[in-house]
């Protein structure tokens, strides 16, 4: 998959093909079911995987029609058999990219080369900074007065391949956790539309982990205006 860019990976006439990751909730999933429903985004997602069977993003993505597969990573030798099983039924779907969208596994070094270029990941946290986990408590704990979300290429490294765009919130002096989430979650859904839409209306393209825009590599992140728009 890694040798094709994105943009040349369907036909000009072709809905981009996704295959989206997901553990937890889907709220970012459905924000993508949305913006295809309403012909914003011209995408097709073709399954939704996850690691976690009784999650309620498998459950949104059966009420939109949508294929989905789950295993527990616990029925599985190691994390290089789970991932070999994930990425084998992925392949034979043929996507033309693969969103990371609130999966919370680790993904084997040796699953991220075979696809890299392909694979984005949306985290919460304006990145290089606080990447992993508990990233708003993380925030709050460091006195940050900005705090935000970024889409990025899936390298080997943890939340550590290219930034493709981010959108910022400001931190309040009284922010719960909570309050802070939130805040960040309103701005992950458009962000997240945001790039995708990009890559399927072949203005975003990646050959390996280099990115371009519009035919110009990309040398600094986008971000998401106050109208929800991606900017340079």
Same mark, same amino acid.
């Given at each position: 998959?890694?040798?094709?860019?994105?943009?040349?990976?369907?036909?000009?006439?072709?809905?981009?093909?996704?295959?989206?990751?997901?553990?937890?909730?889907?709220?970012?999933?459905?924000?993508?079911?949305?913006?295809?429903?309403?012909?914003?985004?011209?995408?097709?997602?073709?399954?939704?995987?996850?690691?976690?069977?009784?999650?309620?993003?498998?459950?949104?993505?059966?009420?939109?029609?949508?294929?989905?597969?789950?295993?527990?990573?616990?029925?599985?030798?190691?994390?290089?058999?789970?991932?070999?099983?994930?990425?084998?039924?992925?392949?034979?779907?043929?996507?033309?990219?693969?969103?990371?969208?609130?999966?919370?596994?680790?993904?084997?070094?040796?699953?991220?080369?075979?696809?890299?270029?392909?694979?984005?990941?949306?985290?919460?946290?304006?990145?290089?900074?606080?990447?992993? &986990?508990? $990233? +708003?408590?993380? %925030?709050? /704990?460091?006195?940050?007065?900005?705090?935000? *979300?970024?889409? #990025? !290429?899936?390298?080997?490294?943890?939340?550590?391949?290219?930034?493709?765009?981010?959108?910022?919130?400001?931190?309040?002096?009284?922010?719960?956790?909570?309050?802070?989430?939130?805040?960040?979650?309103?701005?992950?859904?458009?962000?997240?539309?945001?790039?995708?839409?990009?890559?399927?209306?072949?203005? &975003?393209? $990646? +050959?390996?982990? %280099?990115? /371009?825009?519009?035919?110009?590599?990309?040398? *600094?992140?986008? #971000? !998401?205006?106050?109208?929800?728009?991606?900017?340079?």
């Amino acid at each position: 998959m890694a040798d094709r860019d994105i943009g040349s990976s369907a036909g000009n006439d072709s809905a981009l093909r996704i295959v989206v990751l997901a553990s937890g909730n889907g709220s970012n999933l459905q924000a993508l079911i949305d913006a295809i429903v309403d012909k914003t985004l011209p995408a097709q997602i073709v399954a939704v995987c996850s690691d976690r069977p009784g999650c309620l993003a498998l459950q949104r993505a059966q009420q939109a029609g949508i294929a989905t597969w789950a295993q527990r990573p616990r029925e599985f030798a190691d994390r290089a058999a789970f991932d070999a099983a994930l990425f084998a039924h992925i392949d034979a779907l043929q996507p033309a990219l693969i969103v990371c969208a609130g999966y919370m596994r680790v993904i084997s070094a040796n699953a991220v080369q075979r696809h890299a270029g392909r694979m984005i990941n949306l985290h919460p946290s304006l990145l290089p900074r606080h990447p992993g &986990l508990h $990233t +708003h408590a993380r %925030a709050l /704990a460091a006195g940050d007065r900005e705090h935000g *979300a970024s889409v #990025h !290429l899936v390298t080997a490294e943890l939340d550590a391949g290219p930034i493709i765009a981010q959108a910022r919130v400001p931190v309040h002096a009284n922010d719960s956790e909570d309050a802070l989430s939130n805040r960040v979650r309103t701005r992950e859904h458009p962000l997240l539309v945001g790039v995708v839409a990009l890559f399927a209306n072949r203005r &975003l393209r $990646t +050959h390996g982990n %280099a990115i /371009a825009l519009d035919g110009q590599p990309l040398t *600094a992140p986008l #971000h !998401l205006d106050d109208h929800d728009q991606i900017q340079p």
